[in-house]
């Protein structure tokens, strides 16, 4: 391996600079190339990239966003798409990919690898968590934080006003993020994908709370709950249901994924990507780094993929008994 391209695809989190960066500076130390694709696969397909050297990186470890910028190709889905992006990287001299995402990333990681015999390597990056293999990915953290800041200012003003919040964080289709900033926050109540508490008991639990004299509540919406249609329609059947609540929805929305990373974003982003570079020296391919009981691991793209990253829904339970 001489030369290595990385690239950031999917949604962007944060640590994602910080994860190039170590792409960049562990190429430079052991002395080989690294160059940066563009808008992710997009990139690799239009042969858009910069070369990289230690000096190239200077500075964005701090920095939100990816200045490699991310995409979501739908070209990348055709043979014709990723055998552009293979013609690409042979007339770049590129011999292995370090792919910085989420599992929409790893999918197309695996195929095209399969195909065009072209090493890859997956660094989980995306403010979801919802990748095995990992126990966090870059961006949660900061994430987390993001949200929880967000809360206790909600809080703030619905306490002002006796209120009752819904407020939605981003997840598509895991509960992560809400989970733990709900207990982090001490949300009076958490609604994740992963577990469908009913209707009847969340009126239950809200009515309890009214008449234990709490000043405001807050419910904290996974976006990919299913309990109602959509935050604003849950908000409206609970207070047909509960009219002597005024509530209010916020969607947290992009706000989360923005911002400086956390120190421990730009930890786990540095240890994942010197390993990465490190794998493919050692002539591993396809594989997922991971950070796993504080040791970086690696497993398979295939089991990255096909396992469920498993929620710990003991939180649940921790979150009844203390919002009491
Ligand atoms: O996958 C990360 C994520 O932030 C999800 O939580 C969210 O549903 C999605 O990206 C939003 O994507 P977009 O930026 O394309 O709206």
Redesign the pocket.
């Known amino acids: 391996i001489k030369r290595i391209g990385v690239m950031t695809s999917?949604?962007d989190s944060p640590g994602m600079n910080a994860a190039i960066r170590a792409v960049a500076r562990s190429c430079a130390y052991y002395n080989i190339q690294c160059v940066g694709f563009y808008r992710g696969f997009q990139g690799m397909i239009e042969g858009d990239y910069v070369e990289m050297d230690a000096r190239s990186v200077r500075n964005i470890i701090s920095r939100g966003g990816t200045i490699l910028k991310s995409a979501r190709s739908k070209e990348f889905h055709t043979s014709e798409g990723r055998q552009k992006a293979a013609d690409n990287l042979k007339k770049a001299e590129v011999d292995a990919m370090i792919l910085i995402g989420?599992d929409g990333t790893f999918r197309g990681g695996q195929i095209f690898s399969k195909e065009h015999n072209i090493p890859v390597i997956g660094v989980p990056g995306?403010?979801?968590n919802d990748i095995y293999g990992t126990n966090y990915t870059i961006g949660y953290d900061t994430a987390l934080n993001t949200v929880v800041d967000a809360i206790d200012k909600i809080r703030d003003t619905a306490s002002s006003h006796n209120r009752l919040f819904f407020v939605e964080v981003?997840?598509?289709d895991a509960g992560f993020i809400a989970l733990n900033s709900g207990v982090g926050a001490g949300a009076e109540e958490i609604l994740i994908p992963e577990e469908d508490l009913g209707l009847d008991r969340l009126l239950a639990s809200l009515e309890r709370s009214r008449k234990s004299g709490k000043t405001s509540s807050i419910v904290v919406v996974s976006?990919g709950d299913k309990i109602g249609k959509n935050v604003f329609e849950l908000a409206e059947y609970v207070t047909k249901n509960l009219p002597d609540y005024d509530s209010k929805v916020t969607v947290l929305g992009?706000i989360q994924?923005g911002g400086s990373p956390s120190c421990f974003d730009r930890v786990l982003a540095s240890r994942l990507c010197v390993k990465a570079v490190e794998l493919l020296l050692d002539g591993k391919k396809d594989l997922m780094v991971g950070f796993v009981n504080n040791q970086i691991e690696s497993c398979t793209l295939e089991s990255a993929l096909k396992e469920k990253h498993a929620i710990n829904l003991d939180l649940l339970r921790i979150s009844d008994i203390l919002s009491t």
């Open positions: 999917g949604g989420g995306t403010i979801d981003m997840g598509r976006e992009h994924r």
